[in-house]
Every structure is written in structure tokens, then in C-alpha cells.
């Protein structure tokens, strides 16, 4: 069965250092993946899609990286800030399709 | 308005009772779903409504019961539920539709309905 990975369930990091968040799949060949942020009691909230001919993908401090042959996609916040302090979620499409099946998050605390 | 709306944000209910959850968005999506949160675990699919039909059904039980009345609104429907249907219950929303651009297919969550059965 499909199957979605996130290494490390927790993350802490300090300010101002890039962060680092993995995300592996087994028995799926997604066309596109995206990636979400989490904050408690709320609905997850779209930060990037990056396509399965697509590399990496960038939007202000974010990156995403995505290896179709190493079945991951990294995803990197840079210069972190307090306020980043969420968890992540990345999720894939089944099929062609749109319904997702999300990684069970990272939890990212970044110190002041 | 880039928003998905869910009432209410609480709901206690009692193993016998019907109560419905509700979803709106008016960004003119074609897409429309409902997924299942349990503490520290993510999101689960339960039900995805495409050009207000349902496509898919992840076996859900049936005393979960979806409707999709017009296209920004979404209802779910909640008969005889057991305690461990307590969770969140988060609806969303997309542009994009299975087979479409890829470009489209980000999903608008709403903020949930918090479910305690009792």
C-alpha cells in the first residue's frame, strides 16, 4: 500500500538557522506533491506544490525539493523565525487525481 | 473571498442524536472534501465531492452521510456516531479537479468543527 513518511516527528532548531524536513514515500509514483503548515486547533495551510518534473521549487524562505528516484522531497525554511513554529505536512495526490494522503507532520519549534 | 467556512466550531453530541456539519466557500471550486483529524495524527480522507457528485467514498461508515446541496456548499450528515468518531472535522476546497492542471489543485481548509460524542 501507499505509503508516506516524515523522518522526525519533532524539530527544534534556533533562530535564524535553516531548517531541514523530510518527507520519503514507498509503492507511489505521485505526479505532484505538495507540502502544508499546521498550527494547533486550525486547518492545514498551502505552502508549495512542487511537480514530479520539477526539481525544487522556491517561494520567499521556502524551498522544496523533490527526487521522483529517491522517492523525497526535502523541504527547507531559511533564516527561521519564531513564528515558524507549526507543524508541516506533506501530502500526495492519489492518481491523477486531487485527494491527498498526508504524512503524519513534523512539528517544527524554532528558539529565540 | 479566499475562505472556507465551518459551523459550528464545536459540537458535543450524544451516540443517539443527528446533528449535520456544515462547509461554504465561494471562490467558485469545483472540488469539495471532507477529511477526519484525531489528535497528533494528520488529516484522513472521508469523502470528495467533484462538480457536486460524489467520486469518492474512502469506506467510510454509514452514519457519516455527505450531501453536496449546490456547488459552495457541503454538508455532512451525523446519525448514531460511537466516541471514537470524536475529532476534528476539517473540510476543504479546490479549483482543480482529477484530471486537471496541476496548478489548481492546492486545497483551502477551513478552520474545522471540533466533534465530541459522548
Known amino acids: ?112 | 473571498d479566499t475562505e472556507v467556512t465551518q459551523t459550528p466550531k464545536h459540537l458535543v453530541m450524544g451516540m443517539t442524536n443527528k446533528k449535520s456539519l456544515k462547509c461554504e466557500q465561494h471562490m467558485g471550486h469545483r472540488a469539495m472534501y471532507w477529511y477526519k483529524q484525531k489528535a497528533k495524527k494528520p488529516p484522513e480522507l472521508m469523502f470528495v465531492y467533484s462538480y457536486e457528485k460524489l467520486s469518492i467514498n474512502e469506506s467510510v461508515p454509514s452514519r457519516f452521510s455527505p450531501e453536496c446541496p449546490n456547488s459552495s456548499l457541503l454538508n455532512l450528515h451525523l446519525h448514531a456516531l460511537q466516541p471514537e468518531d470524536s475529532a476534528l472535522y476539517l473540510c476543504a476546497s479546490s479549483q482543480g479537479v482529477a484530471g486537471g492542471p496541476l496548478d489548481y489543485n492546492e486545497q483551502f481548509f477551513g478552520p474545522g468543527t471540533r466533534l465530541t460524542v459522548l
Do not use: M
Open chain 1, 1 to 112: 500500500s501507499q505509503k508516506i513518511e516524515q523522518n522526525s516527528e519533532a524539530l527544534n532548531i534556533q533562530e535564524g538557522k535553516t531548517a531541514t524536513l523530510t518527507c520519503n514515500y514507498t509503492n507511489y509514483s505521485p505526479a505532484y506533491l505538495q507540502w502544508y503548515r499546521q498550527d494547533p486547533g486550525r486547518g492545514p495551510v498551502f505552502l508549495l506544490l512542487i511537480r514530479e518534473n520539477e526539481k525544487e521549487k522556491r517561494k520567499e524562505r521556502l524551498k522544496v525539493t523533490f527526487d521522483t528516484t529517491l522517492k523525497q522531497s526535502l523541504f527547507h525554511i531559511t533564516a527561521s523565525q519564531p513564528a515558524d513554529s507549526a507543524t508541516y505536512l506533506c501530502a500526495l495526490a492519489r492518481q491523477a487525481g486531487t485527494a491527498l494522503i498526508f504524512g503524519k507532520g513534523t512539528t517544527l519549534s524554532v528558539s529565540s
